[in-house]
């Protein structure tokens, strides 16, 4: 009898050992399993200034919620605002200064206009006149010399009593008056010969003075570049002002906090991680071996290491184009002609059904259906 309960125990065993080998084999045939699967957040970011400075408020503890758009941290503002008021005051000085040049142009230009116009204008109505003054000395030159010749012929006529003296003496009378009108005349020419000096004098000034437009162009346009580059300095220094303060992203938690106040923090240095608990998917390092019959929406059931009794379920979402290894840091050289063939995996990317319990970083073991048809 006894041994007849032996026979059955053996027997039962062995057919529960072969249905559990069974269903074994026939799980991994039908599902590809690994346990290279960990949950991980689409939103996981480690936040950082992008200037350096002296942190003096820090708003929040790990595993604190935040708010998008809410205020984390803070570097001490002084310095950009003072170099902000430093470069304000220079940008007002060099506006000041632009103005003032600009007007001065102005009031050059005009009246060097002025002048300019004025003498021209006195060089032509003393060279009319001048020419003028110059025919006149011609003609009266020419009576001079008739009165000349007949002052001579008048002198004879009196030396042979041709003549009464008075009749010479009229002649004589005449003659030097004309005379003295010349010289008169040659003198006024000359007074309106050093006008005309004086005027072409003053339009040569103003043309020389035009050069002090053309300067003050340039000084201007110097300066408008100078003002330029100080307002692009002053939005810097704001834009430093603006990345002095470090907000959140987007509605998270607290995963890490980095640093402690006060802290001088150089640009790029971690201040807080942080991550969206609902931004959760699954992803997979699945062997080349196993990656027949694994299809985007192909069914998956998940268990996750740390939540027992509970299985999750979630959908094949994309698989990698390429094996992990691909962009490795060092990859594998075979120039040489040596080879050991290595198992590749490729990326799984799941989309979770649900995340009730779920946190990023989680280990998981992971079965994907398969296509019926493999």
Known sequence: MSKRIGTIVIVTLVLFFAWEGYDYLHYRHANAVSDAAFIKSDRLATLSFKVGGKVVTLSKKENEQVEKGELLAVIDPKDFNVTRQKIA??????TEAIEAMRLKKARLKKTLAIQ???????????????GALSFRIDA?????????????????????????????????MHHDALKDEIEGMKKERQAMLAQKRKAVDARR???????????????????TKELQAQK??????????????????????????????????????PVYAVTDPKALYCEVLLSEKKMHGVRPGNSVKINVDAIEDKAYRGTVESIAPTSASTFSLVPRDIASGEFTKLDQR??????????EGLRAGMGATVAIARDSGH
């Open 140 to 172: 009266a030159k020419k009576r001079l010399e008739k009165l000349r010749k007949d002052m001579l012929r008048y002198k004879n006529m009196l030396e042979n009593r041709l003549i009464a003296s008075g009749d010479f003496e009229t002649v004589a």
């Open 232 to 269: 692009k300095s002053l939005e810097a220094v704001e834009n430093s002002l603006a990345y002095s303060r470090l907000y959140a992203p987007f509605d998270a938690i607290v995963a890490k906090k980095f640093i402690e106040t006060p802290r001088v923090v150089k640009k790029g240095t």
């Open 205 to 223: 000034i103003a043309e020389l003075n035009e050069k002090q437009i053309l300067e003050l162009t340039k000084s201007i346009k110097a300066r």
């Open 89 to 94: 005051h220079l940008i007002e000085a060099t």
């Open 116 to 130: 300019k116009q004025i003498a021209e204008t006195d060089i032509d109505a003393l060279g009319r006149q001048i």
């Open 346 to 355: 490729f990326v799984i990317r799941i989309k979770l059904d649900g995340i």
